[in-house]
């Protein structure tokens, strides 16, 4: 709308000095047209907040849908671009991959649905594959230390595993053995030669 008709339109009338009531009509479209148009701006401006929310289900239903189910303790929790790695030393395999050493993807927690692991802490972890890697969830949440594998519907499961041992942990136990077997034989030498002939 030009101004000139704006103007004109808001000019005062001589007989009460309101606003023609054309004008107060147009005034209140106006001031309507731009809160509606400012109020459907704040979506688009806003960052979203994602909230984590999860159905409830049991620790059967979790063991149940699970591709993975084991139990360890974490030794470490590396953070990445995207998500928090979880390496854990397992003990317990009661579904998936038999493996000494299992990494879990998680998110940092709140609205990505992670979850917070503490490192020397047992958990029996729920995973769950996607992209290639094993994942787990807050709805999914591990539970802390073990738990009876009939209970879930799981068998025995697979235990006994261990990382394989460090080629500089067994050359430093074989130095030591020689090393304290040196020994040995170095004081049974010397009290043979303090003994009286």
């Not at 649905?113 to 029996?124: E, L, N």
């Not at 972890?125 to 802390?144: E, H, I, K, M, W």
Request: overall charge positive; hydrophobic content about 45%.
């Amino acid at each position: 709308m030009p101004s000139s008709v704006l103007k004109e339109l808001l000019t005062h009338d001589t007989s009460g000095g309101m606003f023609r009531p054309a004008a107060r009509r147009l005034l209140v479209a106006a001031l309507l047209a731009s809160a509606l148009l400012a109020s459907a701006l704040v979506p688009l401006t806003s960052r979203p907040a994602w909230a984590c929310s999860c159905a409830p289900s049991t620790l059967v239903q979790r063991a149940e849908h699970a591709d993975a189910v084991f139990t360890g303790t974490v030794t470490r929790v590396e953070k990445a671009l995207s998500d928090r790695v979880v390496n854990f030393d397992v003990d317990t395999v009661y579904k998936g991959e038999a493996s000494p050493s299992i990494d879990v993807h998680t998110g940092y927690g709140g609205g990505d649905c992670g979850v917070r692991f503490v490192v020397d802490r047992r958990y029996t972890v729920f995973g769950f594959r996607a992209q290639g890697v094993l994942n787990t969830y807050s709805c999914d949440s591990p539970v802390a230390g073990g738990v009876d594998p009939a209970a879930l519907g799981l068998g025995p499961g697979i235990t006994g595993l261990h990382r394989p041992l460090s080629p500089w942990l067994i050359l430093f136990t074989v130095l030591a053995g020689i090393a304290v077997v040196g020994a040995i034989v170095l004081v049974a030498r010397r009290r043979r030669a303090d003994q009286p002939k």
